[in-house]
């Protein structure tokens, strides 16, 4: 570096003294005296537990939370007992809490919590500085379904019991959430036939292995790897079977998650997903009801949505709100029947429309011969079509709560017509037409969805119902389920929203009452 050295004045200053050149006379000159850091000693410290958060610490409000829950049903399952041999269990208490102040932390493994209860402040003050094992967390997290359910509905009473359910407006949304699999790991049923038997023969390898030949943990291990892969294997045949029974068109099925399906996206693209339905009650923005389902639409999710808030609240929401995906005539007649307000957007589902845009093209009718371009002459109840040719009403049928009325054209007009290959081309006998008659529950639909008060309504269900959506995702880092098949996505969906009502219920309840405390009187 040479002269340029001496342009820092803290090196010339140095130099100087190090020289003994410092007319400051009686300064050191030696080198300066640092502290040392000693890593081989061993310190036995003072922990003082209780004040390793401070008092206004979110682990503290959870832990006062559950504990205001009845978890008998997890203590009557415990095996340990007084007076007999053995290791104590852990209080469900803590193991619920550590999960729900997990998941507020976006932690979602077993092995992740078991580290940070050695180090961490806030899972140590939970823990009371004890040690808890990946596989307590894991078993305890995703064995109890049953009773999480039960746990959840808890949770549903005790914020109805502070005011804040009311269940009057409820909103209900989808969102989809990317499975433990990956798109490569769908297959063909033969292909998994194939994957089936070499894992069998892998799995009859391993066991006929003597102990010379592979070390017992090892053996162990290997055993299980492979005994996991033939499980799945085993449950991708068994979805087969079950997509084939409900007449599917799915061809394909994850060898890791059979469960999961591909489903389009909201950011784009497709993926391995469940679609998580999320209902949220409007008053205080809790989530009231959670289920993750294998369907790629919404539609058919709006009924069985309130029907599990009836089972769980003991009654149903007076006003449910939903986007255009959950319209459909058979939904506004089902809410009607029920006596649930519905309020949605007028215009029909967009899958509905695709669905007919499908149809068409598979029977090969051009954009031209759609049935939109048949006129209907009500006075004579019959269609006249592009061609001027006429269809006479031949039946009627009700379906999803709308009457349908056929009209059909005559077989030699038909035959005879030049457009045939742009109109019915795969049809023997003469081109038909449906006419929907809308039923008087989407009648009266369409006219209070025109109204000011609805429409009101309406503009606030994004701002509501896709909150809770985007909270777990962002802030509870929920864009990939760390579980498998449909019961433990189930359960996973469950904690996420336990953990969003009591962190709701801590900014809402516990915060304010922290604040007001340290107010004096
Ligand atoms: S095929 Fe039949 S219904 Fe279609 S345009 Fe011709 S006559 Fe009309």
């Not at 699999?181 to 892998?202: H, N, T």
């Not at 845009?357 to 009500?378: L, T, W």
Request: hydrophobic residues 35%; proline residues 4%.
């Amino acid at each position: 570096m040479g002269d340029d050295q001496t342009s820092f004045p803290g090196f010339a200053s140095l130099r100087k003294r190090v020289d003994g050149n410092d007319s400051n006379e009686g300064e050191r000159v030696s080198e300066p005296r640092l502290k040392a850091i000693d890593r081989a000693q061993l310190l036995f410290r003072t922990v003082d537990v209780e004040r390793l958060i401070p008092d206004d610490h979110p682990a503290r409000a959870i832990w006062e939370f559950v504990g205001r829950l009845d978890l008998s049903g997890y203590t009557e399952q415990v095996r340990s007992v007084a007076g007999v041999a053995g290791r104590p269990a852990f209080d469900p208490q803590l193991l619920v809490s550590l999960w729900v102040y997990s998941y507020s932390q976006a932690v979602s493994s077993a092995r992740e919590i078991e580290r940070r209860c050695e180090h961490h402040p806030a899972y140590q003050w939970l823990t009371g500085m004890q040690s808890i094992g990946a596989h307590t967390l894991s078993d305890f997290r995703s064995t109890h379904g049953a009773l999480l359910s039960e746990l959840f509905v808890q949770t549903l009473g005790l914020l109805s019991a502070d005011g804040l359910i009311t269940l009057e407006r409820v909103m209900l949304d989808g969102t989809k959430v990317r499975a433990n699999a990956s798109g490569s790991s769908f297959r063909s049923k033969p292909r998994v036939e194939e994957f089936l038997k070499d894992a069998r023969e892998a799995v009859e390898a391993l066991e006929a292995q003597t102990e010379e030949e592979s070390s017992r943990q090892m053996e162990a291990a290997q055993q299980r790897a492979r005994r996991e892969r033939t499980e799945h294997l085993e449950s991708a045949l068994k979805e087969y079977d079950k997509l084939e029974a409900a007449k599917s068109r799915l061809k394909r099925v994850s060898t890791t998650d059979p469960d999961a399906r591909i489903m389009k996206q909201a950011e784009g693209g497709s993926a391995p997903c469940y679609n998580v339905q999320v209902s949220t009650d409007a008053a205080h923005g809790l989530i009231v009801d959670i289920e993750a389902t294998q369907a790629g639409s919404d539609y058919q999710q709006l009924t069985p949505a309130t029907q599990r808030m009836e089972q769980s609240m003991q009654r149903a929401p007076e006003q449910m709100v939903a986007d255009g995906g959950y319209i459909s005539s058979r939904n506004i007649a089902e809410m009607a029947k029920r006596d649930i307000d519905f309020v949605g957007p007028e215009s029909e589902n967009k899958s509905a429309e695709a669905n007919r845009r499908k149809s068409y093209k598979h029977y090969g009718v051009s954009e031209e011969y759609e049935a939109s371009k048949f006129v209907f002459d009500a006075e004579n109840n019959k269609y006249v079509c592009p061609q001027g040719k006429i269809l006479r009403y031949d039946a009627k049928m009700e379906s999803h709560g709308a009457m349908y009325y056929r009209y059909k054209a005559s077989k030699q007009d038909c035959e005879t017509c030049p457009a045939k290959d742009q109109c019915c081309p795969r049809t023997r006998h003469g081109r038909s037409v449906q006419r929907r008659e809308p039923s008087a529950e989407l009648v009266a639909f369409r006219q209070k969805m025109k109204t000011d008060e609805a429409k009101a309504i309406y503009k606030t269900r994004a701002q509501v119902a896709e909150f809770p959506n985007l909270w777990i995702k962002t802030k509870f880092g929920l864009r990939q389920f760390s579980v498998r098949g449909v019961p433990k996505v189930r359960i996973e969906s469950q904690w996420v929203a336990l953990t969003y009502n009591i962190q709701q219920w801590i900014r809402l309840r516990w915060g304010p009452k922290l604040v007001s405390n340290l107010v004096p009187a």
